[in-house]
């Protein structure tokens, strides 16, 4: 009876501490004494112009566990590092073209959300962290869904080397028409944040 209580109390206190799982894009760290990481790693994703492939980014771990079974497909799907492209602009121009890291963070007991076009959370929320909505080119052939980099982004190296294979994050601007400008404005880069509660 005693074991059933305290096993009872010990299964609230996990759910009580245990929150959201998020990525912080850009960073090798969490955000705040609020997460704790589960890794870190690097940004991956489709080849920028490949018509096929992964279009939502993914958090790579630096430690990955491969498959040493022999097991070989015939097609298959590529998945390549990510590199800043920032270089026609004068925000982030020191990053442009090295290798993008991020971080998995849980939240302790709380909801997270990320907010585009923002830079502050709504009351009652507290902000992660905030920063610019990034993407892959829109001349480009594959797609990338927007992720939020972090205001102060790092680098995983400082090769500042461009690559052919790889995926690439282009910062997202508006574009109006359809949407309505004001409030946007027309060229302007997309801020975010990420908040919690």
């Known amino acids: 009876m005693v074991a059933d209580k305290i096993e009872t109390i010990q299964s609230a206190l996990n759910r009580q501490t245990s929150g959201d799982i998020f990525t912080r894009w850009g960073r ?3 955000p705040s004494d609020n997460a704790d990481i589960v890794y870190s790693g690097v940004v991956g994703g489709g ?3 490949d018509p ?3 279009s939502n980014l993914l958090c790579l771990p630096t430690e990955p566990q491969l498959d040493k079974s022999g097991l070989s497909a015939g097609a298959g799907s590529f998945i390549y590092g990510t590199e800043y492209r920032t270089v026609h602009g004068s925000l982030w121009k020191h990053i442009t073209d090295n290798e993008a890291p991020c971080a998995v963070c849980m939240s302790r007991g709380r909801s997270v959300v990320m907010i585009p076009g923002r830079n502050t ?4 929320w507290r902000v992660e962290y905030s920063g610019y ?3 892959g080119y829109h001349g480009h052939t594959g797609n990338t869904n927007p992720i939020c980099i972090d205001a102060e982004p790092e680098t995983t190296t400082d090769s500042d080397n461009m690559h ?3 995926s690439l994050l282009y910062f997202v601007k508006a574009s109006c028409g359809t949407l309505k400008c004001p409030p946007y404005e027309n060229g302007t ?3 975010c ?3 919690s509660m």
């Open 164 to 166: 052919a294979s790889t």
């Open 121 to 124: 959370c709504y009351p009652g």
């Open 193 to 195: 944040v990420v908040c």
């Open 133 to 135: 909505l990034m993407s």
């Open 189 to 191: 880069i997309l801020t």
């Open 28 to 30: 090798k760290s969490c």
């Open 47 to 49: 080849k920028h112009n």
């Open 52 to 54: 096929g492939g992964p």
